[in-house]
Nanobody, 108 residues
Framework: QVQLVESGGGLVQPGGSLGLSCRVS?????MRWFRQAPGKPREFVAS???????DYEQSVRGRFTISRDNAKNTGYLQMNNLKPEDTAIYYC?????WGQGIRVTVSS
């Protein structure tokens, strides 16, 4: 059974950067990142396919970079030029498995 463990996150000022990691206990397939801001529905952020093809939600395109390291069974989400509206709990997903959620707060 696949398990996902997230790390990273925290508090940064607007314009700052954070990196999230998602370690996978099983086989690495398509990984997706979602986020949920207070009082709002969960939304798609980014994905990376088995062949390494990325996709991004429009509001993060050009600021976020999704990648993966198959040797480490780990996916990454590098978040640059963070904005207050990026504040949310971030979840990684693979098939039906989910990470535990990591809080990202962007505030001055």
């Amino acid at each position: 059974q696949v398990q996902l463990v997230e790390s990273g996150g925290g508090l940064v000022q607007p314009g700052g950067s954070l990196g999230l990691s998602c370690r996978v206990s099983g086989k690495f397939s398509t990984m997706r990142w979602f986020r949920q801001a207070p009082g709002k529905p969960r939304e798609f952020v980014a994905s990376i396919t088995g062949d390494g093809t990325p996709d991004y939600e429009q509001s993060v395109r050009g600021r976020f970079t999704i990648s993966r390291d198959n040797a480490k069974n780990t996916g990454y989400l590098q978040m640059n030029n963070l904005k207050p509206e990026d504040t949310a709990i971030y979840y990684c997903n693979m098939n039906i498995a989910w990470g535990q959620g990591i809080r990202v707060t962007v505030s001055s």
